[in-house]
């Protein structure tokens, strides 16, 4: 089985930084990794999708990047509403997410 | 609106059986393979079952398989998620998802419904 690794498991980060997440997978899986952001009490909603395809309204301040086993979820300027959990997803395993909190 | 509705959850001793269940509306159904994903309180997403648009093809994750069971009726426009002997671990969030592979958007699940919990408890 595919095993996703995020890093980091926690980021402090102020309004208006550029913010960088990482995901691993235990082998190959080409550009199929999608990137999920979850608030509390809501479902996730998907934010990236083919590893660099950015999904139908989403602020293009979000952006992805990679292929194989290695792929980032950047933001290029935080904004207060991005302060939120963050998952990756390989072939059907999600990673232990990133939480992105106000410091 | 393409939406998806879960329903089902509820408190079940361990053991217990609880089925699941998801209503599609705004989209065509039976085009589209179909997830379930929980949340566990306080922890993050995992991956349960999948079935392809025409229930042909199930895949379960090894926390669930032989005790869960996936099926879909693509004319009631419903995905279902049968769970049998429950236990405390099981307890979580139950969300339906599909699998955007129609619209080009590969394995990615791009609609979620609201989830429903289910705990599992004495």
């Known amino acids: 089985d595919i095993q996703m690794t995020q890093s980091p498991s926690t980021l402090s980060a102020s309004v208006g930084d550029r913010v960088t997440i990482t995901c691993r997978a235990s082998?190959?899986?080409?550009?199929?990794l999608a990137w999920y952001q979850q608030k509390p009490g809501k479902a996730p909603k998907l934010l990236i999708y083919k590893a660099s395809s950015l999904e139908s309204g989403v602020p293009s301040r979000f952006s992805g990047s990679g292929s194989g086993t290695e792929f980032t979820l950047t933001i290029s300027s935080l904004q207060p509403d991005d302060f939120a959990t963050y998952y990756c997803q390989g072939t059907l395993t999600f990673g232990g997410g990133t939480k992105v909190e106000i410091k | 609106e393409v939406q998806l509705v879960e329903s089902g959850g509820g408190l079940v001793q361990p053991g217990g059986s609880l089925r699941l269940s998801c209503a599609a509306s705004?989209?065509?159904?039976?085009?589209?393979?179909m997830n379930w994903v929980r949340q566990a309180p306080g922890k993050g997403l995992e991956w349960v079952s999948y079935?392809?648009?025409?229930?042909?093809?199930?895949y379960y994750a090894d926390s669930v398989k032989g005790r869960f069971t996936i099926s879909r009726d693509n004319a009631k426009n419903s995905l279902y998620l049968q769970m049998n002997s429950l236990r405390a671990e099981d307890t979580a969030v139950y969300y339906c998802?599909?699998?955007?592979?129609?619209?080009?958007?590969?394995?990615?699940?791009?609609?979620w419904g609201q989830g429903t919990m289910v705990t599992v408890s004495s």
């Open positions: 998802a599909r699998e955007g592979g129609t619209n080009g958007r590969g394995d990615a699940f791009d609609i």
């Open positions: 705004g989209f065509t159904f039976s085009s589209y393979e």
């Open positions: 079935i392809s648009s025409s229930g042909s093809t199930i």
């Open positions: 082998q190959s899986i080409s550009s199929w």
